[in-house]
């Protein structure tokens, strides 16, 4: 029977749309975090936004620079504010901002700060490690902001350029003085959130979708071939009507024959869901007609084919029709979509990542290096162990008296000499196993920059920190059951797929192995 690559290109055509396909390229594969029986998901729902549509990341957080500062201006902010040079690589998602401070931080998975920047000044280690000695920071809600969405990160670059000015120039805000740190991180809040509210971002969007939205080719097909296999589709986005209708006309009208608009890909579609309370809270739903206008009364439950703005995940649940564990809900929000979906519902979840794409084709390019950094790292670590027996060695040869060593039958000049070279031994063995340390993890020191600067020039990998995974890196494994960069890497897969999880294990499971 002929492999894959054997096959001819039509041939090959026909079976990626049956999801026959198998060989994925690197970057639209699909991980596994728990195992996922594909072919017992009967019902899948998408968010919009950075899920179905994945945005030009320096293009809209350009958009939303701009609108917000505009709208700082407005509350007195400085015209030098507009002068501020951004960059779009500054911010990623993973990051915590410290609003009492005016920094922004990384954590590792343990809450370890790892890095962190005032401004966009880097903390030196020294600084660093004097204001956060404590773990598991970012609990204190008030003081702590987790940047957890793509959407988020223009307010994380503004903020940023807000705290250098209020440091570098706090005359330019005028008599009264600076805002705090964290009434500046307030104002930015404030001020983003009212430029999605009144259309100052979105009716842009809305003008031009081809300037900021990418439209995938493939994402028609992936749809289509879930719908063949059987499977019912559902959409479920915050964004309200006019917004989504827009930019869903974009990415689906006209991509494929048999569906005349977008709706047809969808078996329900619920607008202005307000998650994360459309998991936990009971509003209605209010159908709505094809221009957005409400239809009849509100309704507890939903009816397949129509639109509905509102209403409460127990309401489309009941309309399923089928137990929560027979559906997967697809978004990019580790808490709006992902957690709360998982918790108050029982839906099984994928988490659309945008930046994987870039991760994994870093990692593809720096293999030889990323292998060169486990093995210094292992390298380090028995280096470690080491010295630490020959100190501890040390100190105890340095409180031993010759007469102790007298007992095994050498003579006292004997035993002085013995103890005497042995000490020279062990400190000889000490300085050549200190050196060969530093010069280890000044090796790995400068290997890990360059890769850390392939990833992200200030941050290194999202998924990463301080050779263990990021704080986002652990919420992709702690709350997504698979995880992509993209929806339509579900055509690489078949229907029927089971998803099988690389199960980690203690670390004393292999210990002799």
């Not at 005028?174 to 509210?197: F, K, M, N, Q, T």
């Not at 009716?203 to 939205?213: A, H, M, N, Q």
């Not at 459309?278 to 206008?293: K, S, V, W």
Request: glycine share 6%; charged share 30%.
């Amino acid at each position: 029977m002929p492999d894959d690559s054997e096959l001819p290109t039509a041939i090959r055509k026909v079976l990626l749309d049956y999801g026959l396909e198998t060989e994925a390229p690197l970057q639209r594969r699909i991980f596994t975090n728990r195992d996922l029986n594909f072919d017992k998901i009967s019902t899948i729902g998408f968010d919009m936004d950075y899920t179905l549509a994945i945005y030009r990341q320096d293009a809209i957080e350009t958009l939303s620079i701009t609108t917000t500062t505009d709208k700082l201006l407005a509350r007195g902010y400085p015209e030098k504010l507009r002068e501020t040079q951004h960059d779009p690589r500054f911010a990623i998602r993973g990051l915590t901002v410290d609003r009492k401070l005016g920094n922004v931080i990384k954590m590792d998975r343990h809450g370890y700060v790892g890095r962190a920047y005032h401004g966009l000044r880097k903390l030196p280690r020294p600084e660093r490690k004097a204001i956060y000695r404590d773990q598991r920071l970012g609990q204190e809600r008030e003081r702590f902001a987790p940047v957890d969405t793509l959407f988020a990160l223009p307010e994380v670059t503004l903020f940023a350029a807000v705290v250098e000015l209020i440091d570098a120039a706090p005359e330019a805000f005028g008599s009264d003085g600076p805002p705090s740190y964290a009434e500046a991180w307030l104002d930015v809040r404030e001020c983003i959130d009212l430029a999605h509210r009144d259309g100052s971002i979105k009716d842009l969007v809305r003008e031009d979708p081809g300037k900021y939205i990418d439209r995938d080719p493939d994402l028609a097909r992936a749809l289509h071939q879930l719908r063949s296999a059987g499977k019912r589709l559902f959409l479920l986005t915050n964004s309200l009507f006019d917004y989504t209708d827009v930019v869903m006309r974009y990415l689906l009208d006209q991509a494929l024959p048999s569906y005349p608009d977008w709706t047809a890909y969808f078996d329900w579609m619920v607008v202005g869901s307000a998650k994360p309370t459309f998991f936990t809270d009971n509003p209605p739903f209010q159908e709505l007609d094809r221009q957005g206008a409400p239809v009849g009364p509100r309704r507890a439950s939903v009816q397949r084919g129509k639109i509905y703005n509102g209403g409460n995940q127990q309401g489309l649940q009941s309309a399923l029709g089928v137990h929560p564990d027979e559906v997967l809900y697809v978004g990019d929000h580790i808490y709006g979509d992902i957690v709360r979906s998982k918790k108050s519902s029982g839906w099984r979840t994928a988490l659309i990542v945008q930046e994987l794409q870039h991760e994994l084709e870093v990692r593809r390019d720096w293999a030889l290096t990323v292998r060169q950094i486990e093995d210094l790292h292992g390298l380090r670590a028995r280096l470690a162990e080491e010295i630490s027996a020959q100190r501890y060695l040390a100190r105890v040869l340095g409180r031993l008296e010759p007469d102790e060593l007298t007992v095994t039958g050498v003579t006292l000049t004997e035993a002085e000499h013995t103890l005497e070279q042995t000490r020279i031994s062990i400190r000889r063995r000490l300085d050549w196993l200190r050196a060969y340390e530093e010069d280890t993890r000044e090796t790995l020191e400068r290997r890990s920059q360059e890769v850390d600067g392939a990833f992200n020039p200030y941050w290194g990998s999202s998924f990463a920190e301080r050779h263990d995974a990021s704080r986002f890196g652990a919420q992709v494994e702690s709350f997504a059951c698979v995880y992509t960069s993209r929806v339509s890497n579900l055509l690489f897969v078949s229907p029927a797929k089971y998803f099988i999880s690389p199960h980690g294990s203690l670390p004393h499971w292999s210990a002799g192995s």
